[in-house]
């Protein structure tokens, strides 16, 4: 009997032996998929400067509060440029918010790349053309999407650097962007 124990004792303890294994093995997949989604830390100039767990999520946990108040900043300039449109009465002022569009406006988030073009429904392109110059200048577009807004179309799209050490020549996307809208 106490044989039979102690075999049921060590079944057990291999049993959570191989759980906590399986466990670890799933939490380091999941910090490296992490680690993937965020940007390159600029100060690490070699693989012998790699970051602990705990300074990738780290540094997950800032890059996620810089999203956040980014998207907060463009919330409200989005807010801020439809009141402005809306509060508008006199037909100068509609006037001159006309003359400032297309808008165009690329920036540059380490990998990742983010494209704002604010035009008018008069004015007509193929959104396929924008994605095919920033997949032809090396971006792999993730999400795109847009929003019509009394008579201004809202473009977001969002696209990552496919070959990381090759990079995104984004004054030259930014030039083509711009033939193409204007």
Do not use: W
């Amino acid at each position: 009997m106490k044989k039979m124990m102690s075999s049921s004792s060590e079944a057990s303890k291999l049993d959570r032996k191989m759980v906590e294994r399986n466990r670890r093995i799933q939490m380091k997949g999941l910090c490296s998929r992490l680690s993937s989604l965020l940007p390159p830390p600029h100060h690490i100039k070699s693989s012998k400067d790699m970051l602990s767990q705990l300074d990738q999520l780290n540094l997950a946990a800032s890059y996620i509060k810089q999203l956040r108040e980014r998207g907060e900043e463009l919330k409200g300039r989005k807010e801020q440029a439809m009141r402005i449109g809306s509060s508008s009465d006199t037909i100068n002022d509609k006037m001159k918010i006309g003359t400032k569009l297309p808008l165009i406006d690329l920036r540059e988030f380490g990998s990742s790349i983010e494209v704002i073009l604010i035009t008018g429904l008069q004015k007509n392109f193929m959104l396929s053309e924008v994605l095919s110059i920033l997949q032809e200048e090396g971006a792999e577009v993730v999400s795109a999407s847009f929003s019509a807004v009394d008579d201004k179309v809202f473009h977001t799209i969002h696209a990552q650097v496919r070959i990381s050490r090759l990079g995104v020549e984004t004054s030259r996307a930014r030039q083509r962007l711009q033939d193409l809208v204007f």
